[in-house]
């Protein structure tokens, strides 16, 4: 399903609930472009065998929300800008996603400007080698729930929390993530353990 509505710019609205996605391997940018798309419901998505899901939303710019299957997702290895641009997006839950095998988070929610909340206390990030400007530019952030994070030594945090708030409150345990949790002591952010 890779680029399976690349660019459909006049694109409102889509019934995606007859979809049989068992063998589902690529959805890399399904609906990157997909400018007046408000919401888009995958909960009936199957996403076992899905290995990317990189720039699955990009430059979707009136984006408010996404409904995310329950089941879980543990052949996934890159949502690089997964919702790069989404500047209407207001909140997002991913806590059902498995992320062991993931290896490049970078860009992800950079420039979600209305973006309010991140719910991903199950990320794990052992593997992760790409998590720079991962919130950058989410200028009104005020929780992000990331209680799971590992720091990876060789990991690239450039520009993580650019452009976030001063306010902004982060769940994250200092013990598995200190050089996360020191960057974001950098930010004189509030640091729950």
Do not use: Q
Not at 79 to 94: A, H, K, Q, R, T
Not at 113 to 132: A, D, H, K, Q, R
């Amino acid at each position: 399903m890779e680029n399976l509505f690349y660019s459909c710019y006049s694109l409102e609205s889509i019934n995606l609930s007859s979809f049989n996605t068992s063998l589902l391997y690529h959805f890399r940018m399904a609906f990157y472009n997909c400018t007046k798309l408000t919401f888009v419901n995958l909960s009936n998505f199957d996403l076992s065998y899905v290995t990317t899901m990189a720039c699955l939303f990009e430059n979707c710019t009136s984006l408010i929300t996404v409904k995310f299957p329950n089941s879980t997702t543990p052949e996934l290895k890159t949502i690089g800008s997964m919702f790069l641009n989404c500047i209407s997006l207001l909140s997002v839950d991913l806590s059902n996603f498995d992320t062991s095998k993931v290896t490049h988070l970078d860009t992800m929610f950079k420039n979600c400007i209305s973006l309010t909340s991140i719910n991903i206390p199950n990320f794990e990030t052992s593997n992760v080698v790409w998590m720079y400007s991962m919130f950058e530019g989410c200028s009104n952030l005020e929780y992000i729930n990331f209680k799971n994070a590992k720091d990876n030594m060789t990991c690239n945090y450039c520009n993580i929390f650019k452009g976030t708030p001063d306010n902004l409150v982060m769940c994250i345990n200092e013990t598995n993530s200190p050089n996360l949790t020191k960057l974001f002591k950098i930010k004189m952010k509030i640091v729950l353990l």
